[in-house]
């Protein structure tokens, strides 16, 4: 993830034309619709979403298999942390601002590191 020294390692080609496509519909008309339309369109990108996520859980898995977390020098591990017997993680970590890219690159990746470590309802 970190290609070097405060470096974030560049998006892959198809990371890369899938946040164009995003950027890109997001720019989309969104007047003169019909309610129909609204309403399937509502649906269809509820169904994306729920593929992405799908794909963020298999990334965030291979993530976990990787020494990554720790060479980026997080400590220390979620489960010996105050976040391992809270039920809900922080949202600050979300919403601070951070220095640099790389700075925010990080509490955002230890936010999500944090968060699969913690108990889930489901």
């Known amino acids: 993830m970190i290609a070097g020294e405060g470096a974030i390692a560049p998006?892959?080609?198809d990371v890369a034309r899938l946040r164009a496509a995003v950027e890109?519909?997001?720019?989309r008309p969104k007047t003169g619709r019909t309610q129909e339309q609204v309403s399937h369109e509502l649906s269809q990108v509820r169904v994306?979403?729920?593929v992405m996520e799908l794909e963020f859980s298999?990334?965030?898995s291979e993530f976990a298999?990787?020494?990554e977390y720790d060479q980026q020098g997080f400590e220390p591990s979620p489960g010996s942390s105050r976040f391992a017997t809270c039920q809900?993680?922080?949202p600050a970590i979300g919403f601070a601002?951070?220095?640099s890219c790389s700075d925010w690159n990080k509490a955002l990746t230890r936010w999500l590191w944090v968060r699969s470590?913690?108990?889930t309802s489901r």
């Open 24 to 27: 890109a519909f997001r720019r």
């Open 117 to 119: 470590a913690l108990p």
């Open 11 to 13: 998006l892959s080609q």
């Open 48 to 50: 994306i979403c729920d």
């Open 97 to 99: 601002p951070a220095i």
């Open 88 to 90: 809900a993680v922080p």
């Open 65 to 67: 298999a990787t020494d």
């Open 58 to 60: 298999d990334l965030a």
